[in-house]
């Protein structure tokens, strides 16, 4: 796996904190709060935790943009609907 760590440029930040705001998977959490990046690392808003100074290198280059649209495309399939809908009433 590839790391980039901070400092980070404005465009890795807004890569890094759109991915965080997307709910393409999970975003990175401190006391269960989405993490905040910044150039100097990521920034918990609850408790100002700033100890995390990494990311995996396609959080922040927007490499994940294109899976996210199409985990979304198949989220709106009618086909994975419905297969979502009979796995709810096993
Ligand atoms: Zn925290």
Known sequence: MDYSYAP???E???SLNEYQACGYVHPFTHCDHPLVATKD????PKCSNSDQKWCHKW?????WRESALE????CSDPRVQKLQKVMEQL
């Open 59 to 63: 959080m922040a280059n927007d490499a």
């Open 71 to 74: 985990s979304e495309k198949l």
């Open 41 to 44: 690392g990521w920034v918990c």
């Open 12 to 14: 890795e930040v807004k």
């Open 8 to 10: 980070w440029t404005d």
